[in-house]
């Protein structure tokens, strides 16, 4: 079945610091969405991405994805302790089931003041 | 405010009780599912509804029911609940009228099973 790969599975970072995390796909996505999971939280929608080689932008943060759409990666830009958190990508096959999406296992992200 | 909400938000079950997790959602959105997740796992899915009146397995259905009552509710039971189904158990909706076609998630359920 498709998997979903991210890396990497943990990320320290000081505050101001820059931070990446990948996600790629063993099959072609007909899209790819992120979501961010605070401490003790729920996951929450924070984009979609369609199109090959889309770029979107929220103020700090930059989402891509590949031109294969296999894969996918979420930047951001100066770290604050309020980023800290799991960011998951989760993908929906390509000619696949319309209604499932497969959630990569996340990046834990923690910043130092 | 509109969203998912999910009860109970905690549950210790002893070895072979059952019970029931309820998930309701109120905005009219057409799917929903069932994920439960576990540290380094993830977010697995148990189950989903594609529209009311229609239920499929996802990844891990083994120990599970679930039932789309109606639009709004989708719950999720354990018939003889065992240790390795400890877990957070989240729910979640979709509609694909939205342009973001995002999942919105409930606040969780966290099951104790001893």
């Known amino acids: 079945g498709q998997q979903v790969m991210q890396i990497p599975q943990y990320q320290h970072v000081q505050e101001g610091e820059d931070f990446t995390t990948y996600c790629n796909s063993s099959?072609?996505?007909?899209?790819i969405q992120w979501y961010k999971q605070r401490p003790g939280g729920h996951p929450v929608f924070l984009i979609q991405?369609?199109?090959?080689?889309e770029v979107k932008k929220q103020k700090r943060l930059t989402f891509q994805f590949g031109e294969a759409k296999k894969n996918s990666s979420l930047h951001i830009t100066a770290t604050q302790t309020t980023d800290v958190g799991t960011y998951f990508c989760a993908g929906l096959n390509s000619g696949g089931s319309n209604y499932k999406l497969t959630f990569g296992k996340g990046t834990l992200l923690t910043v130092n003041p | 405010n509109a969203g998912v909400t999910q009860t109970p938000k905690f549950q210790v079950l002893k070895t072979g009780q059952s019970m029931t997790l309820q998930c309701a959602q109120d905005m009219n959105h057409n799917s929903m599912y069932w994920y439960r997740q576990d540290p380094g796992m993830g977010l697995r899915l148990i189950y989903y509804s594609a529209s009311e009146g229609t239920t499929d397995k996802g990844e891990v259905p083994n120990g599970y029911n679930v039932s789309r009552l109606n639009k709004r509710e989708f719950s999720l039971r354990l018939e003889s609940a065992a240790p390795s189904q400890t877990s957070v158990y989240f729910c979640?909706?979709?509609?694909?009228?939205?342009?973001?076609?995002?999942?919105?998630f409930g606040s969780g359920t966290r099951l104790t099973v001893v």
């Open positions: 099959t072609t996505l007909s899209n």
């Open positions: 991405l369609v199109k090959s080689g």
């Open positions: 979640a909706s979709r509609s694909y009228a939205s342009s973001s076609y995002g999942y919105t």
